[in-house]
Protein backbone atom coordinates (compact mmCIF):
# COMPACT_ATOMS: atom_id res chain seq x y z
CA UNK A 1 0.00 0.00 0.00
CA UNK A 2 1.56 3.44 -0.97
CA UNK A 3 0.63 6.25 1.43
CA UNK A 4 0.04 9.79 -0.32
CA UNK A 5 1.99 12.49 1.94
CA UNK A 6 -0.85 14.82 0.95
CA UNK A 7 -3.67 13.08 1.69
CA UNK A 8 -2.13 11.80 5.66
CA UNK A 9 -1.58 15.71 5.97
CA UNK A 10 -4.67 16.48 4.67
CA UNK A 11 -6.56 13.81 7.25
CA UNK A 12 -4.64 15.01 9.67
CA UNK A 13 -5.63 18.93 9.15
CA UNK A 14 -9.53 16.87 9.30
CA UNK A 15 -9.17 14.90 12.51
CA UNK A 16 -8.29 17.91 14.07
CA UNK A 17 -10.76 20.16 12.80
CA UNK A 18 -13.07 16.91 14.02
CA UNK A 19 -11.67 16.75 17.57
CA UNK A 20 -12.39 20.78 17.55
CA UNK A 21 -16.16 20.37 16.75
CA UNK A 22 -16.56 16.79 19.07
CA UNK A 23 -14.67 17.36 22.15
CA UNK A 24 -16.08 14.96 23.81
CA UNK A 25 -15.40 12.05 21.66
CA UNK A 26 -11.76 11.88 22.20
CA UNK A 27 -12.15 11.28 25.86
CA UNK A 28 -15.12 9.25 25.88
CA UNK A 29 -13.00 6.79 23.42
CA UNK A 30 -10.07 6.77 26.07
CA UNK A 31 -12.27 6.43 28.95
CA UNK A 32 -13.71 3.05 26.97
CA UNK A 33 -9.75 1.76 26.13
CA UNK A 34 -8.75 2.32 29.82
CA UNK A 35 -11.42 0.58 31.62
CA UNK A 36 -10.81 -1.94 28.76
CA UNK A 37 -12.42 -3.62 26.05
CA UNK A 38 -12.95 -6.89 26.97
CA UNK A 39 -15.03 -9.69 25.48
CA UNK A 40 -19.17 -9.84 25.76
CA UNK A 41 -18.88 -5.71 26.10
CA UNK A 42 -22.26 -4.19 23.57
CA UNK A 43 -21.34 -0.91 22.22
CA UNK A 44 -24.15 0.83 20.15
CA UNK A 45 -23.91 3.71 17.62
CA UNK A 46 -27.60 5.83 16.71
CA UNK A 47 -27.78 8.27 14.28
CA UNK A 48 -30.23 10.34 14.66
CA UNK A 49 -31.36 12.36 10.90
CA UNK A 50 -33.00 15.55 11.44
CA UNK A 51 -36.03 14.15 9.60
CA UNK A 52 -36.11 12.30 12.33
CA UNK A 53 -35.57 9.34 11.06
CA UNK A 54 -33.31 6.64 12.86
CA UNK A 55 -30.07 4.54 12.34
CA UNK A 56 -29.02 2.02 14.97
CA UNK A 57 -26.49 -0.43 15.03
CA UNK A 58 -24.53 -2.68 17.67
CA UNK A 59 -21.82 -5.06 18.53
CA UNK A 60 -20.95 -7.65 21.07
CA UNK A 61 -16.98 -7.67 21.32
CA UNK A 62 -15.61 -11.14 20.76
CA UNK A 63 -12.52 -12.05 21.90
CA UNK A 64 -11.22 -11.57 18.33
CA UNK A 65 -11.92 -8.23 18.39
CA UNK A 66 -10.03 -7.00 21.34
CA UNK A 67 -6.44 -7.01 19.66
CA UNK A 68 -7.78 -4.32 17.64
CA UNK A 69 -9.22 -2.26 20.15
CA UNK A 70 -5.76 -2.67 21.63
CA UNK A 71 -3.88 -1.69 18.91
CA UNK A 72 -6.37 1.94 19.10
CA UNK A 73 -5.40 2.07 22.26
CA UNK A 74 -1.60 2.19 21.38
CA UNK A 75 -2.70 4.79 18.72
CA UNK A 76 -4.33 7.37 21.19
Do not use: C
Not at 6 to 17: D, E, N
Not at 41 to 55: N, R, S
Not at 61 to 69: E, R
Request: proline letters at 4%.
Amino acid sequence: MKFNIQTLMSLRGAWSTFRGNHPNIVPFLKELLQKGVKEDLQIEIIAHYPDGEELKSGIRVKQSDVALFNSLQNLM
